[in-house]
Each structure stands twice: as structure tokens, then as C-alpha cells.
């Protein structure tokens, strides 16, 4: 059995996700060093990538009812509203595409990102384990116990074995680290890391989703779990890619100028080598 150390504490829980956003940036900029890629714009890139992730996490969530309605008004659900890692995952994509439209750059960045943002939101879930609901009863002697002061804060039951959900994710975020930081470089195109990355996550997060404590909304599945359903077929076609070939560009295509090829002109052991 295992007892919760700062349960409802958001200070904790906010300092752990300062925590992992500092190494996720950290881990980027290593990867970006690494690969050779020094354009300054990827900064750029990763600014409206954090920027768009953190209001993905908050504003996704809002739309709790299907009546509008019946919603909080967004400036309250800002304040007090909760937040989701699906969300701003969305977000943060967003925020990818948007910072390449700013800056005009072209190239792939799916293999600087998912070791970030697996990282990050591993480290971010520490703060989730220590202070939030955990999962559904084991119905065994072991879990995560709360006292009936910390069940009545955090609406779950109190002195039963409750799945450490939060746990499950760090594990599989962690290991995800170090599966994305082996794969890097053998990826035939680096943004195909980022889509292996979110799609064994869907797979992850839709099955931990049973023995979570979040609301089931209709059929016994979740709110995450209808939102991974209705994704599914882009993540399907996206996994479908990534065996395609890659194009090969045909010599007979090659620009000519007076019905002669135009082709390199060899380097000399005395010229300048291009950078």
C-alpha cells in the first residue's frame, strides 16, 4: 500500500511541471545540437509549440456538456478548470505548424520533439501521482490509499488500494525516452518518430483509461477514450505511412540549360568545401 505525500497541494503539482517544461527544453535543445541543426528558428518553433500546448490543455477541456449552455464561461474554466495532456498535445502540434508558418522553415522536428515532450510530461506526472485522484479500487491488498480527509478533498473512496494510474504513465513516458532517443537516428524520416511516439501513447492512454477515476460518459468509456476513438483513423493512416517509400528524384527531371545537364562541378583538393 502506498499513501499519498501532498494530495490537492498545487504548488507541488505546478512545481514538477515547471520541472519537466525546463527538461523537455533541455532535452531539445540537446537533440537539436546533436543533429546538426543550429537554424535559430526552431526556437521560434518551440516557443508557439509551449505557448499553444498550455492553452490546448486548458481550453480543451471545457466543452464538458453538449448543450453549450451548460458549460462554465471559458474566462472561469481558465481560472479553475482542469487540464488535459491529450489536449495539449493537440495544442502543441498546433503550435509546431503555426511557429513553421512564422518563421517560413520546412524541415521535419518530429525527432527534436517527442523525446521532449515524453520527457516533460513524464516528469509533470510525478506532481499528478503525488497530489491527484488516483485510479480505479485494485480490489487487492495493494494501491494507493487515501485517508478519509484526502478522499473528501479529492472525491474518491477512502483506506481501499487504488490504482496508481499516474505511475503507469510516468513508467511508460520514461520508457518512451529512452525507445525515442535509440530510435532517432534510424527513423527513415524524422518526423515519423513523432507520430510512433503519439500513437503508442493513444494505445497506452486509451487502455489505462479503464482503471482510471475519470467520468464515464457513455458505453463505460471516457471523455479521453471517445476523443482517442475519434482520432484512431488519422493515427491509422499516419502508422499506414510510414513504411511508404521515400521518392527518388528522377535524373531525367533534372534542369538543362542549351540541351546540356547541368550537374556539379566536382570539388578540387585546393577549392573551398561547401558548408
Known amino acids: 500500500m502506498m499513501a499519498m505525500a501532498a494530495a490537492g ?9 515547471a520541472v519537466g ?7 531539445f535543445a540537446w537533440a537539436r545540437r546533436a ?6 528558428r526552431l526556437w521560434v518553433i518551440a516557443g508557439t509549440c509551449l505557448a499553444f500546448g498550455a492553452i490546448g490543455s486548458r481550453v ?17 474554466w481558465w481560472m479553475d478548470g482542469s487540464r488535459s495532456v491529450l489536449a495539449g498535445l493537440v495544442g502543441a502540434w498546433i503550435g509546431v505548424y503555426v511557429g513553421k508558418f512564422i518563421t517560413g522553415y520546412r524541415e521535419s522536428t518530429g525527432d527534436l520533439f517527442a523525446p521532449a515532450v515524453a520527457l516533460a510530461i513524464g516528469i509533470g506526472r510525478i506532481g499528478c501521482l503525488m497530489t491527484e485522484l488516483p485510479g ?19 472525491g474518491g473512496p477512502a483506506d481501499v488500494g487504488l490504482h496508481p494510474t499516474y505511475l503507469y504513465e510516468v513508467l511508460f513516458q520514461f520508457a518512451a525516452v529512452i525507445v525515442l532517443l535509440a530510435l532517432r537516428t534510424r527513423m527513415r524520416r524524422p518526423g515519423d ?19 482510471r477515476a475519470n467520468e464515464e460518459v457513455w458505453l463505460g468509456l471516457t471523455r479521453p477514450q471517445w476523443f482517442l476513438l475519434v482520432v484512431a ?3 491509422a493512416w499516419r502508422i499506414a505511412r510510414l513504411g511508404r517509400p521515400i521518392p527518388v528524384p528522377d535524373p531525367s527531371t533534372a534542369p ?13 583538393a585546393r577549392g573551398p568545401r561547401p558548408s
Open 9 to 17: 497541494n498545487g504548488l507541488v503539482h505546478a512545481v514538477f511541471v
Open 136 to 154: 480505479k479500487p485494485t480490489g487487492a491488498g495493494w494501491g494507493i490509499v487515501l485517508t478519509p480527509a484526502q478522499a473528501n478533498l479529492l
Open 21 to 27: 517544461v525546463v527538461a523537455g527544453v533541455a532535452l
Open 256 to 268: 538543362t540549360t542549351g540541351g546540356t545537364d547541368v550537374r556539379p562541378t566536382p570539388r578540387t
Open 193 to 211: 518518430l513523432f507520430v510512433l511516439y503519439v500513437a503508442a501513447y493513444a494505445v497506452f492512454r486509451f487502455l489505462v483509461e479503464f482503471v
Open 233 to 235: 483513423p488519422l493515427l
Open 35 to 40: 543533429s546538426g541543426r543550429t537554424d535559430d
Open 60 to 76: 480543451g477541456t471545457w466543452w464538458q456538456q453538449f448543450d453549450p449552455t451548460a458549460n462554465e464561461s471559458l474566462a472561469q
